[in-house]
């Protein structure tokens, strides 16, 4: 099993454009006149998801701190932790804020959206991160896109991409799986979905239920796959283990673990094809349902990758 821990720094493409913003922006070719940093149109409404910092405030960037004191609306998933994160920037919010988060996202997105329509610029930020992804933003975007309305982005730290790019599992293609459900046979079933899936998976976790998790991971993936749990990322204590799943429940199982958790699991192995002769009675049971020999041979090679000659000489053979 492989620890890491490390010390971070401390410190304190629009979908749609109108006419409008179109014209606006061939006045503005060279970039110079108000709003050109922020992506915004003096008089033209839209949507901007913002990433916020995942822990380290140092994180945030230029385009975020621009737009939370200009912005005409800051919809925040939590407004305290809005409150301490401009503190700690030292910027003034000069719009409106606006409480938006999954309790009360149906009954507010139509009032956002009728703020955009009437021209104003709607900042989204959530908790930490970008909004929309395993926070709540999907509403507010879907709502805008529907009615035709503009919605941008200002990027910035992703606690799934970092978690990522940290593990030492391949990168090159990857899923984001969020929490797993809570309860026993929900999650039980969500895992049988996803025990053949060959990309690596990245998911959320609280601390007090990692070990359940893992336990659970080790019971439905075995004992030997590879998996990366990443806490605290880009704060103080920040922390990488990596591991098999046996190490790292085990690890679970002795250590009080606190703090944001990301899990990053490798992909299921590559699975040998076998014997042509082993995948004989896939090929019958299609055969009873009405299909024919050729198709019902073609169907089951290239789902278990035998040769297709081969398969059918040996369906044939046990005839």
Known sequence: MDEQRSTPEESPITDTADDAYMEAADDDADGTADGADTGTVPGVGRIVLAATPIGNVGDASARLIEL??????VAAEDTRRLHRLVQALGVEVTGRVISYHEHNEVAKTGELLDHVKAG?????????????????????????????LIVTAVPGPSAVLTALALSGLPTDRFTFEGFLPRKSGERSSRLAELADERRTMVFFEAPHRLEVMLRALHERFGAERRVAVCRELTKTYEEVIRGTLRELLEWAENNEVRGEIAVVVGGAPEQAPGKPEDHVAAVNELIAQGIRLKEAVAAVADDVRVSKRELYAAVLAAR
């Open 68 to 73: 939370l004191g200009t912005a005409d609306i």
């Open 120 to 148: 104003k610029t709607i900042l989204m930020v959530s908790d930490a991160g970008m909004p929309a992804v395993s926070d709540p933003g999907f509403r507010l975007v879907e709502g805008a896109v529907a009615a035709g």
